[in-house]
């Protein structure tokens, strides 16, 4: 690798100035754009795991938003705050979707429209459409709440989202 590393270096010498120049001011370019697009993500509430409180907030996010990952809760339950904890990391890492979640008792309407009867309930939404529903951690490998984040990732990453 460090030879590598040398090669590149020494492929460097070899530029004219305004070759190198025009190099160092296309990667500033490049940079910026990246910045200004996640910028952009995080004012749009991407890059966060938010609670949404209200019904009626969570519907309009789910017609509006391309991808959203929305984890159905309740508060007193230790396998919603297990799930909580992955999804957190997640929210930070996956720049495809956005991640909600939203107490189940809250949703009257919208837990008997998605048939919400078992929790921890995680939905992931594509143009509003349900993409794939994940309940319980049977999918996750053992069953148990003992998974790891990348196995989570990884479910996600079948649906659509990665």
């Known amino acids: 690798m460090s030879k590598d590393l040398d090669d590149s ?4 010498d070899f530029l004219e100035d305004d070759e ?3 190099i160092i001011a296309q990667r500033k370019h490049a940079m910026k754009q990246e910045y200004d697009r996640v910028t952009s993500l995080k004012s749009m509430g991407y890059l966060e795991y938010k609670e949404i409180l209200q019904e009626k907030e969570l519907m309009n996010l789910i017609t509006k938003t391309e991808k959203i990952v929305v ?3 309740h508060p007193n339950f230790k396998a919603c705050k297990i799930l909580d904890t992955h999804l957190e990391k997640l929210s930070q890492k996956i720049l495809s979707a956005r991640f909600v979640k939203a107490n189940a008792e809250n949703l009257p309407w919208l837990s008997k429209k998605i048939n919400l009867r078992v929790l921890p309930c995680l939905v ?3 143009r509003a459409n349900v993409v794939d529903k994940l309940i319980g ?3 996750l490998g053992k069953g148990d709440d003992n998974f790891q984040t990348s196995s989570l990732e990884k479910w996600l990453d079948k649906t ?3």
Do not use: A, K, M, P
């Open 124 to 126: 992931v939404y594509d």
């Open 137 to 139: 951690f049977d999918e």
């Open 9 to 12: 270096f020494d492929e460097l």
């Open 20 to 22: 190198y120049e025009r």
């Open 71 to 73: 984890h159905y809760f």
């Open 160 to 162: 659509g989202i990665s």
